[in-house]
């Protein structure tokens, strides 16, 4: 038995187009609603094709995504006096 109430705003072409589907189903725009939500939340909310996209744009990332190699194993801690080092330089030249 349905006891909660939850309501929101829409767009009105939204609505009209939830009617529709409603009545080209022959259901209720709650049923139409319930049947909805069940089915987003069944599929964590991602939305079809999603993780395809993801997919693509990380293999499009990964080309440019690595690690910064090096002999000086203190870089990390020292780059704010290199960065300044080569700022300098490229001002003199």
Known sequence: MKTEVYSWRLSERL????????RRRNL?????LDMAVREWLQGAGEPQGDTDEQRRLHESAARFIGSIRGND??????VRH???KRLTQRRES
Request: no cysteine; hydrophobic share 35%; charged share 35%.
């Open 82 to 84: 290199l960065v300044r």
């Open 73 to 78: 194993s203190n870089r990390s801690a020292n």
């Open 15 to 22: 609505k009209e187009e939830l009617e529709r589907e409603a």
């Open 28 to 32: 209720s725009v709650s049923a139409v």
